[in-house]
T-cell receptor
Framework: EAQVTQNPRYLITVTGKKLTVTCSQN?????MSWYRQDPGLGLRQIYY???????DKGDVPEGYKVSRKEKRNFPLILESPSPNQTSLYFC???????????????????FGPGTRLTVL | DAKTTQPPSMDCAEGRAANLPCNHS???????VYWYRQIHSQGPQYIIHGLKNNETNEMASLIITEDRKSSTLILPHATLRDTAVYYC???????FGTGTSLTVIP
């Protein structure tokens, strides 16, 4: 089973101070994704990556950047964090990716433990 | 995007079967139904998926109606550790709604 790690697990920062949340997987899975979770809104996808150097926007990409220079890592970058980015963040991987539409097979996602970010 | 509808909360007595319904009336013919759960604020955990047939694994059973417009996740003998938010995904595999908060009562 895929193992996904995130660091840090908790972070309190101030508005405008650049930060990076790391996500790392223990296998060579192609698909990685970032979500944020806010009360009453469920999980919303921020960015995803289908392979090295291939990234794309999810539903709520504003204020975030990502990079995928190697398969195992997919960092989430907040260049100038704002209080509305206070949230719980999850990284996820899909071991055997069958396309965004999922029409060639199932895409079970495995999630990291989460990073709770507070921006003051 | 295909969306799902789930009751916001449910209770279940410990040891009894928990039946969690989900409506996914706009699901396309080749889209899977997935179920995940999230305990407290931990990362969501994959439970099961299905396309047309009913499925069972060590965690749960998934019953999908013949028209595929709805499904039911069954936890056959609920324990206190099954208290969690359960998410049904039918269609857009990256859309997690607000799920059903299941409370297992001693």
């Amino acid at each position: 089973e895929a193992q996904v790690t995130q660091n840090p697990r908790y972070l309190i920062t101030v508005t405008g101070k650049k930060l990076t949340v790391t996500c790392s997987q223990n296998m060579n899975h192609e698909y990685m994704s970032w979500y944020r979770q806010d009360p009453g809104l469920g999980l919303r996808q921020i960015y995803y990556s289908m392979n090295v150097e291939v990234t794309d926007k999810g539903d709520v990409p504003e204020g975030y950047k990502v990079s995928r220079k190697e398969k195992r890592n997919f960092p989430l970058i907040l260049e100038s964090p704002s209080p509305n980015q206070t949230s719980l963040y999850f990284c996820a991987v899909i071991p055997v990716f069958s396309g965004v539409g999922g029409d060639r097979g199932p895409n079970e996602q495995f999630f990291g433990p989460g990073t709770r970010l507070t921006v003051l | 995007d295909a969306k799902t509808t789930q009751p916001p909360s449910m209770d279940c007595a410990e040891g009894r079967a928990a039946n969690l319904p989900c409506n996914h009336s706009t699901i396309s013919g080749n889209e899977y139904v997935y179920w995940y759960r999230q305990i407290h604020s931990q990362g969501p955990q994959y439970i099961i998926h299905g396309l047309k047939n009913n499925e069972t694994n060590e965690m749960a059973s998934l019953i999908i109606t013949e028209d595929r417009k709805s499904s039911t996740l069954i936890l056959p003998h609920a324990t206190l550790r099954d208290t969690a938010v359960y998410y049904c995904i039918g269609g857009n595999q990256f859309y997690f709604g607000t799920g059903t908060s299941l409370t297992v009562i001693p």
